[in-house]
């Protein structure tokens, strides 16, 4: 029988049931094993890696092979631990101490069976003033999720890179950053509390400068690098004072503690309304920052598309399973926090659900006018860590954890495919070095059309039921059969139809100039090997299955062991979390979705399939755009897509304005400090020494030691003129002196004795 962990959170002896155990499979309580593997790897590629045949990328891919298969049992284990389940679920926090709260808990299932219980392990690191600091893992079903999903993409990012990385200068230094980046992630994942997410979330991105900038010879890497590196910091600041003041705040509801950093303990006082509403806010909000940096969320988000400077397989693993989701994860980690912060049960708008709104159809207009592949799919991953983040705003928490669980699948496809594309071609621009690759490159245009299939939402790929279940989970269907769901979120759902509208359009765009047309590079264009297409092809695949996990409830098509079953084993239950409300499937709303994307695909495909196609035909050359387009007929048009080009001129801003204004008071004031301060100090200790050394040479070198000195030599002088004239020669002048020093010898000792 597993046993439901309590707090005190009460002067009368009653208690918060967390729903949590220190029982459960012996995977589960070692979780921790999984990011040590690939942690180990990045020490031993360090300090031994040239010495291996193959530079170290053997040890790296066979951490991450063996913490896969870690991962793949741990999810196991974690499946039978969940089914193990039998009696009601465990929502809320429930008293369990007194004799009347434990009837309330049997009424809500405690004790009767095996509640589906975290699988909580701490060991103490250090103590001091009464605070507990502790090290330690919690095991559930996000934390298995990410672990497949880091492990996986991880391990086939590791073989990609063996031969899209071969011969490079760094070659060791690349496998082992990328082993600790990969195993930082991990250890974010399973962390117990909030102090060991903060040191793994800026390992996270420390290795991601690293990784950047990994060609830092070039300036526009190392500026990448650079700007990633301080506009994650910018966040990382709200990050710690989130947890500190969460920190305080659970030390105030719990009367035997002076504070907690564990995530369940905060998680299970939020939800059952012992934190006060003001402190959630505050937290909520400078949490929200962190995010808002991490996970390149609208206005903080300029520093992910320079960050496609780094190589492609770091791309890939950064927009796909590692950096940008852990903002993501975090939320969905501490959603308690969120929930009762924001107060999303029952709204119709708040900051979370609106950010992440605005940023899905930022991304997605900014991804129309890029030429560089990769700078699309960046902007692509923006747009999409949107739908995510307001899903988590508006309450639809499975279907965000749903949706970064298809887009790792389909977006590292796209990544590692455009690194086959530049790998072929030797160039990102799509305009100027691509064009009819789909003839040279079957491969990889066969795996990039199934990971745009899935990203542009059309069934019956990964993509559809993950946006779908977004869609559905804000609520604001209702008028068309749309019921459940957290609140009325009718402006989210017309964001989210506007942005896969939009996605769907771009990706027609990026597809026609890379693989439609005429080859416009140099060269011979040629299909990559199978360390590159083989990744591409399993990642394929998972975008086509991977939506087959969570089919809606009611979907006559499939068996019921097929339906909702992601959400099932992966969204928490117990204690520690908010009651979670689902949307009813709406097969209305996924009709008209499917028509809107449909229309963006036919709007895109008639623009350049037909007329671009055409006007090339009659130039004789490969266009890729119109040569009287909207952008040449219309000034609106024109003036919108300046707009875009230069991004929302935010860069302009933060350099402009918030650098520029910045840096030169800082300047100045620095200058005057130096001279004024520092200089002067030195100046003046320089003025004092000399003043003292003139003063010690004349008071004290010539007055006192040399007239000592002198006086001396004085005396000694007269001492030795009287002396001579005691040294006459004459033998009684002798014994007459020795007659006299032996009578006044005899006269000391006489006195003495």
């Avoid at 707090?7 to 040590?36: C, H, K, M, Q, Y």
């Avoid at 009424?107 to 330690?136: C, I, K, M, Y």
């Avoid at 002396?723 to 020795?738: C, F």
Wanted: charged share 10%; aromatic share 10%; glycine share 12%.
């Amino acid at each position: 029988m597993t046993e439901l962990l309590t707090i005190a959170a009460s002067t009368d002896g009653g208690g918060l049931a967390l729903g949590i155990t220190e029982g459960g499979s012996w995977f589960l309580r070692n979780v921790w094993l999984i990011p040590l593997l690939p942690a180990l790897s990045f020490v031993g590629i360090l300090f031994f890696g040239k010495r291996m045949p193959r530079g170290g990328s053997e040890l790296g891919v066979a951490a991450l092979g063996i913490a896969f298969l870690l991962a793949v049992v741990t999810g196991a284990a974690w499946v039978d631990h969940r089914d193990d389940y039998h009696g009601e679920e465990v929502h809320r926090a429930v008293v369990v101490h007194n004799a009347d709260a434990d009837a309330h808990a049997d009424d809500h299932g405690v004790g009767h069976g095996h509640p589906s219980l975290a699988v909580h392990r701490t060991a103490t690191w250090f103590q001091t003033n009464g605070v507990e600091f502790t090290v330690g893992t919690l095991a559930d079903g996000p934390a298995v999720m990410m672990l497949l999903v880091v492990t996986l993409v991880s391990l086939l990012v590791h073989v990609y890179s063996t031969d899209y990385v071969h011969g490079d200068r760094r070659y060791t230094h690349f496998f082992a950053f990328l082993s600790l980046f990969s195993a930082s992630m991990l250890l974010l994942v399973v962390s117990e509390n909030t102090l060991q997410l903060l040191c793994a979330w800026e390992l996270v991105g420390v290795c991601s400068f690293v990784l950047i900038g990994h060609w830092w010879e070039e300036k526009p890497n190392s500026d990448a690098a650079l700007k990633a590196f301080l506009t994650n910091r910018v966040g990382d600041m709200g990050l710690l004072v989130g947890v500190t003041v969460l920190f305080f705040a659970v030390g105030s509801a719990l009367p035997d503690r002076f504070g907690s950093f564990s995530i369940a303990e905060t998680n299970a006082l939020a939800s059952s309304g012992a934190l006060p509403h003001t402190t959630l806010l505050i937290a909520s909000c400078c949490l929200m920052a962190a995010v808002m940096s991490k996970s390149g969320q609208f206005f903080l988000h300029t520093w992910l598309p320079d960050a496609m400077a780094g190589p492609t397989p770091v791309s890939a693993l950064i927009h796909a399973a590692t950096m940008v989701v852990a903002g993501v994860f975090m939320i969905a980690r501490m959603y308690g926090v969120f929930f009762e912060g924001f107060q999303i049960g029952g709204s119709s708008i708040n900051l979370m659900a609106f950010i992440g709104g605005l940023t899905t159809i930022v991304g997605a207009c900014l991804a129309f006018v890029q030429r560089d592949i990769k700078k699309v799919l960046a902007y692509s991953t923006i747009s999409q860590l949107g739908y995510m983040v307001m899903a988590l705003g508006v309450g639809a928490w499975t279907a965000a954890m749903f949706h970064l669980f298809t887009h790792a699948f389909f977006k590292a496809c796209l990544f590692l495919g455009s690194g086959s594309v530049s790998h072929a071609v030797h160039s990102f621009d799509m305009k100027s070095d691509m064009g009819g690759l789909r003839k040279h490159m079957p491969h990889t245009y066969r795996t990039f059309m199934i990971g745009t299939v899935a990203l542009a939402g059309l069934p019956p790929l990964a993509g559809f039921w993950s946006k779908d279940e977004i869609l559905v989970g804000t609520g604001g269907w209702g008028l068309l059969g749309g019921t459940g769901g957290n609140g009325a979120y009718t402006l989210m759902l017309g964001m989210g139809m506007l942005t896969a509208a939009l996605t769907a359009a771009y990706m027609t765009r990026c597809v026609y100039l890379t693989f439609f047309g005429e080859f416009r590079g140099h060269g011979q264009p040629h299909e990559s090997g199978p360390r590159i297409t083989v990744p591409l092809w399993i990642l394929a695949g998972l975008a086509v299955v991977a939506g087959f996990v969570n089919l809606p409830k009611g979907f006559q098509m499939a068996p019921g062991s097929l339906q909702e079953r992601f959400g099932h084993f992966v969204e928490p239950v117990a204690g520690y979390f908010p009651t979670i409300s689902h949307g009813t499937p709406s097969w209305s709303l996924a009709v008209v979705s499917t028509l809107v994307v449909v229309g963006g695909i036919a709007a895109a495909g008639w623009y350049y399939f037909v007329k671009v196609e055409a006007a090339s035909k009659a130039a004789g050359t490969s266009l890729t755009e119109l040569p009287d387009g909207p952008t040449t007929k219309y000034p609106l048009a024109r003036m919108g897509h300046t707009l875009l080009a230069n991004k929302y001129y935010l860069d302009h801003l933060y350099n402009g304005v918030v650098v520029d204004g910045t840096k030169g008071p800082v300047a100045r004031f620095a200058y005057r400090i130096n001279q004024q301060v520092i200089d002067r100090t030195v100046d003046l200790v320089g003025e004092t020494a000399v003043k003292a050394g003139v003063v010690v040479y004349e008071k004290v070198d010539q007055l006192v030691v040399d007239g000592v000195v002198n006086a001396s030599g004085s005396a000694s002088s007269a001492t030795g003129e009287e002396l001579r004239k005691i040294n006459s020669g004459k033998v009684q002048s002798y014994a007459a002196i020795l007659f006299a020093a032996a009578t006044v010898l005899a006269g000391v000792l006489i006195v003495i004795v």
